[in-house]
């Protein structure tokens, strides 16, 4: 019986043994594989790619504050607390892109509305992106974004109806 306990006893003594060293083993690797990575340079850049690279630019949205002016050439009607384009959009997307391709030195001139209901902050921003889904759109279809201008989101005022006020006009100027 004094023989199995003692055997018992190196039996953990050497498992307590093999894990310690396997530890130490497996930090030593991982400490080495961490700076090996850390140590590894980015590979300088090509001098000419010929592949396309996509590159994700944030640009500074200018919002103009000046009246209404210029030809009203389409208006867009959005849904309630949507931003994206409606399905009618296309067509008259299509047709201000094709007056501003037959009139190089006109702009156009895109205007956000918005109710007076709700939180003003949210509905101007709402308004806003209304207005630059608008601008995707007709950058998409061709117009160089210099000719497209986006005004300051205004409000609503009056009797008009709701559709009214989720709007964006496109007015080409001169």
Do not use: C
Not at 17 to 37: E, N, P
Not at 96 to 115: E, I, M, N, T
Request: proline letters at 5%; a negative charge.
């Amino acid at each position: 019986m004094y023989q199995e306990d003692k055997d018992d006893t190196q039996r953990v003594g050497l498992w307590i043994t093999f894990g310690i060293v396997a530890l130490v083993v497996i930090s030593t690797v991982s400490a080495m594989v961490v700076r090996q990575l850390q140590s590894i340079e980015a590979p300088a850049p090509a001098a000419a790619v010929a592949t396309p690279v996509a590159v994700v630019v944030v640009e500074e949205i200018v919002l103009i504050e000046a009246p209404l002016a210029g030809d009203l050439a389409a208006t867009l009607y959005f849904g309630t607390g949507e931003s994206a384009l409606p399905a009618d959009a296309a067509p008259l997307i299509t047709a201000v892109a094709q007056a501003l391709a037959a009139a190089p030195a006109r702009k156009v001139v895109l205007s956000g509305f918005h109710d007076e209901t709700g939180d003003a902050a949210r509905n101007a921003e709402l308004a806003k992106q209304r207005a630059l889904s608008v601008r995707t759109a007709l950058v998409a279809a061709g117009v160089d974004k210099s000719r497209i201008a986006l005004r300051k989101p205004e409000v609503t005022t009056g009797t008009g109806s709701d559709q009214e006020a989720r709007r964006v006009e496109l007015r080409l100027v001169d």
